[in-house]
T-cell receptor, first 113, second 112 residues
């Protein structure tokens, strides 16, 4: 079964600093990969997805993620953090062609002024 | 307005009672999903549906029942609520071609 691990349940960065949220998946066949963001008391919103050959995926709000097959990773980055980026971030995986998602446990991102 | 809505947003019920959480989407998406969110577990899939009258179990289906008589609605029923079902429940929908799931605002359920 697919599984996904997010390293670090809580990440704290300064405003303007690089954001790096880590995600590793377990699958011998490259899956589909997603990052979602959840703001307090809201549902999840899709940031970006990897479903094709392009390994560097750009999403909304300046976020991007790179699919690295050799490392089974799909880390999320943003060059310069903004206070509005404070939220919980979830990495999710699905088998290719499947609709069901398996979510990681989430990483809470805090931005320090 | 177009989108995905859930009702109620907050619910308190007693152990042993039946409770139904509603989910409605206006996009005519073929797929719909129910998740529960608990601290330390992320989101876990309860049930999903590929189309009207087609449903299937997810990771944690025990104690829950779903139905989908119309494409736009996907109610989740707890037949006899237990304290372990205290959670935040999210409904989502997606169109098969995009694999992008759109989430509702959630229902916070407390079972006393």
């Amino acid at each position: 079964a697919q599984s996904v691990t997010q390293l670090g349940s809580h990440v704290s960065v300064s405003e303007g600093a690089l954001v790096l949220l880590r995600c590793n998946y377990s699958s011998s066949v490259p899956p589909y990969l997603f990052w979602y963001v959840q703001y307090p008391n809201q549902g999840l919103q899709l940031l970006l997805k990897y479903t094709s050959a392009a390994t560097l995926v750009k999403g909304i709000n300046g976020f991007e993620a790179e699919f690295k097959k050799s490392e089974t990773s799909f880390h999320l980055t943003k060059p310069s953090a903004h206070m509005s980026d404070a939220a919980e971030y979830f990495c999710a995986v699905s088998d290719r062609g499947a609709q069901k998602l398996v979510f990681g446990q989430g990483t809470r991102l805090t931005i320090n002024p | 307005d177009a989108g995905i809505t859930q009702s109620p947003r907050y619910k308190i019920t007693e152990t042993g009672r039946q409770v139904t959480l509603m989910c409605h989407q206006t996009w005519s998406h073929s797929y719909m999903f129910w998740y529960r969110q608990d601290l330390g577990h992320g989101l876990r899939l309860i049930y999903y549906s590929a189309a009207a009258d087609i449903t299937d179990k997810g990771e944690v289906p025990d104690g829950y029942v779903v139905s989908r008589s119309k494409t736009e609605n996907f109610p989740l029923t707890l037949e006899s609520a237990t304290r372990s079902q205290t959670s935040v429940y999210f409904c989502a929908s997606s169109e098969a071609a995009t694999y992008e799931q759109y989430f509702g605002p959630g229902t916070r359920l407390t079972v006393t």
